[in-house]
T-cell receptor, first 113, second 114 residues
Framework: DTGVSQNPRHKITKRGQNVTFRCDPI?????LYWYRQTLGQGPEFLTY????????KSRLLSDRFSAERPKGSFSTLEIQRTEQGDSAMYLC???????????FGPGTRLTVT | GNSVTQMEGPVTLSEEAFLTINCTYT??????LFWYVQYPGEGLQLLLK?????DKGSNKGFEATYRKETTSFHLEKGSVQVSDSAVYFC?????????????FGKGTLLTVNP
């Protein structure tokens, strides 16, 4: 169990640029989740995959956001035309089956200048 | 909808002090309850959980009891250490329906001084 990894750990970008983050879940986990966390808040759900299928997207996930999990393994989260309000920590988590137990990655901190 | 309310932080204690972090919840059914911990620079880790009323979750000296009558899941530790300094999140999961959603509180920052 090597844990959930996320890359990059930090990303600074200028407003209007596109960014892409990667998440590698625990290998046998079939479920993958993306969350956004801002200062002083708990993680907020963005989207969820079961294997390669994206089963749910939060209304927080605007049209500028897209997530994929092409082979049911790693996942990418892309933000197009970044805005300053997108500055946050983006967390990925995985789980085997349902329930509330999640294994979280260390997060990618995005700063939009 | 479901929600979780935690006591506002930050909480600052001296080593070996008693810790309580309050958590109450609102849910339509019978949720499972969790405490997650986030150490500086790391991702969230599951600390403990309880899946039904009157269950007690425990781990690393921390305990929390699922109280349905007061809709609470307060976190306690009898003697905190400097290494317990972290942000603590209470969360609930309700199975059935949207069975993916884990709802978090805002988190409570704990600082333990030597």
């Amino acid at each position: 169990d090597t844990g959930v990894s996320q890359n990059p750990r930090h990303k600074i970008t200028k407003r209007g640029q596109n960014v892409t983050f990667r998440c590698d879940p625990i290998s046998e986990h079939n479920r993958l989740y993306w969350y956004r966390q801002t200062l002083g808040q708990g993680p907020e759900f963005l989207t969820y995959f079961q294997n390669e299928a994206q089963l749910e997207k939060s209304r927080l996930l605007s049209d500028r956001f897209s997530a994929e999990r092409p082979k049911g393994s790693f996942s990418t989260l892309e933000i197009q035309r970044t805005e300053q309000g997108d500055s946050a920590m983006y967390l990925c988590a995985s789980s085997l089956g349902g329930g509330g137990t999640r294994h979280f990655g260390p997060g990618t901190r995005l700063t939009v200048t | 909808g479901n929600s979780v309310t935690q006591m506002e932080g930050p909480v600052t204690l001296s080593e070996e002090a008693f810790l309580t972090i309050n958590c109450t919840y609102t849910a339509t059914g019978y949720p499972s309850l969790f405490w997650y911990v986030q150490y500086p620079g790391e991702g969230l880790q599951l600390l403990l959980k309880a899946t039904k009323a009157d269950d007690k979750g425990s781990n690393k000296g921390f305990e929390a009891t699922y109280r349905k009558e007061t809709t609470s899941f307060h976190l306690e530790k009898g003697s905190v250490q400097v290494s317990d300094s972290a942000v603590y999140f209470c969360a609930l999961f309700e199975s059935g329906g949207s069975n993916y959603k884990l709802t978090f509180g805002k988190g409570t920052l704990l600082t333990v001084n030597p």
